[in-house]
Structures are given as structure tokens and as C-alpha cells.
């Protein structure tokens, strides 16, 4: 690995793509494309964009078969690779699952797998874009409304979590904050970049999970555009380190999510 991985691009996976954009139009300020990407084929996959012009990602209609097998709302992160074979065997060896194999796409070469505890994510060797060899993706920010601010795993073994993203995708994890009866809340680091954190996994969640927190430009604004919205809050807002607040919710088709940002 040349460099610590990170998160290069966000996926919301939904059975229901005009209700999406509505809503996180509502608590963001996102466009969610009304109509496929050409460049997707026979997919109905849609762009997220910002109203800074940039994008924040994409949204993938789930449609009846992958439904009938199984797949549901949810947020997903995509992690940069050198190569997506070789990371895929590394992953496999090391206890982790394909649940997508290895596909090429005009973006580059991608893959969908599981971490050792059953946590979903995507791998993803990108094309840089034409006359921009760099390709440097700016869909995560950690000060930044309507961008990703942070990435929380809640899973069954934070230890083994911890060293497998360690080994395999060059993190570190320095530091931590006590929740009482539910454990360490462990920060995680991306070069000089704190991207996130692990915790145990929670009573009633359904099974070891990434989720994503959006930046908002204000957190009582969302958190009523939420309810207003056909939204659930599950996690009322609570301030942080430095003073934001930050508060989980479930999107009216299902996906969990989080917002995070500060009190006017």
C-alpha cells in the first residue's frame, strides 16, 4: 500500500430514490439527480450534488431482485486501493467476504466486501479524471456542511476491527472516549486526518455496520427537517469535542445516518 486508504466516494443504497431526494434535499441541501446517470447503464445510479457545484456522492435504486436477495437502505463507503484483486485476496485471507465481485466501470475497477466482523464497504482502484492525473476526491471534509465529516463502525470486535483496518488499509487509532456501560469510543486516523471512530456494537442494531456522519449547517434545523420529513431520530442531538453537536437518525426508506454540526 502506498498510502493510508480513505474514503474516496459515499453510496446511499435505496428503494426509493425521488423520497431520498426529498429528504436529504430537506436536512442537507442536497439535489439527488431525478433521473439515472447515462454513463451508469442498465443501473439506476444517481449523483448527489452539493450546492457548491461539487458532488457528495451517489445513489444506487435497489431495485425488486436485489431486494428478493436481501439487500436494504444503507449508507456505504468506498475505501481507494492500489489493487482491488490483491486487496480482495488479502481481505479473504485475512477472515473478510466479496459480496460483489471485482467489476470495472468507466470510474475504475471496484469491489464490495465485508471486514472479518460482517461490516460492508467498497473497495475501489479509481481512473483519476481526464487532465486530472491527481484525481483528488473531496467528498469527505471534517469542518464542511453538505460534505461526509465522519465514518463510525459499530461492530462485534473492535479489537480485531481495529488491527485489521491497521493492516490492511494503513490507519492508525490513537485516542478514545469513554462511554460508560458501552465501552471505548476509539478514534481512528487517516495519515494526520482523524476520519472516525470504533465502537461495540449496540443492543437492537443489526449487525456489525459502517455509518456515515453529513455535515449540517445547523443541527436543530435538521434535526426538525428530519421529523418534518418522514425521518426517525434515534440519538437526540449531543455536543462533541469542539463544541458541534451531532445526532442519529433513519431516513424515511430505512438507511441509518448521521448529521453532524453546530447550534445557532
Known amino acids: 500500500m502506498s498510502k493510508p486508504a480513505n474514503f474516496i466516494w459515499y453510496e446511499l443504497m435505496t428503494s426509493d430514490p425521488a423520497g431520498a431526494g426529498a429528504f436529504y434535499g430537506a436536512v442537507v441541501g442536497w ?47 468506498y475505501l481507494e486501493v492500489d489493487d482491488v484483486d490483491a486487496a480482495i485476496d488479502a481481505i479473504k485471507a485475512d477472515g473478510g467476504a466479496v459480496q460483489m465481485p471485482a467489476t470495472d466501470l468507466p470510474v475504475g475497477r471496484i469491489a464490495m466486501v465485508t471486514d472479518p466482523q460482517g461490516a460492508p464497504f467498497y473497495i475501489m482502484a479509481p481512473i483519476p479524471p481526464e487532465g486530472a492525473p491527481e484525481g483528488v476526491t473531496d467528498v469527505f471534509s471534517v469542518t464542511e456542511p453538505q460534505h461526509i465529516r465522519w465514518n463510525e463502525l459499530a461492530t462485534s470486535d473492535p479489537d480485531a476491527a481495529i488491527a485489521f483496518y491497521k493492516k490492511h488499509f494503513g490507519w492508525g487509532q490513537e485516542g478514545e472516549m469513554d462511554m460508560g456501560d458501552m465501552g471505548a469510543y476509539r478514534f481512528l486516523q487517516c495519515g494526520d486526518v482523524g476520519i472516525g471512530a470504533v465502537m461495540p456494537l449496540m443492543p437492537g442494531m443489526p449487525g456489525s455496520m459502517w455509518s456515515c456522519y453529513i455535515g449540517v ?48
Open 31 to 77: 439535489t439527488i439527480a431525478s433521473h439515472a446517470d447515462p454513463a451508469a447503464g442498465d443501473m439506476d445510479y444517481r449523483m448527489i450534488g452539493r450546492s457548491d457545484g461539487g458532488n457528495a456522492g451517489g445513489v444506487l435504486a435497489l431495485n425488486a431482485d436485489m431486494l428478493a436477495g436481501g439487500a436494504r437502505p444503507i449508507w456505504i463507503g
Open 217 to 264: 449547517d445547523d443541527i436543530d434545523r435538521a434535526h426538525a427537517a428530519v421529523t418534518a420529513n418522514g425521518g426517525t431520530v434515534t440519538n437526540e442531538p449531543m455536543e462533541i469535542p469542539g463544541g458541534e453537536f451531532a445526532m442519529n437518525a433513519i431516513d424515511p426508506q430505512g438507511a441509518h445516518v448521521g448529521f453532524v454540526g453546530p447550534r445557532k
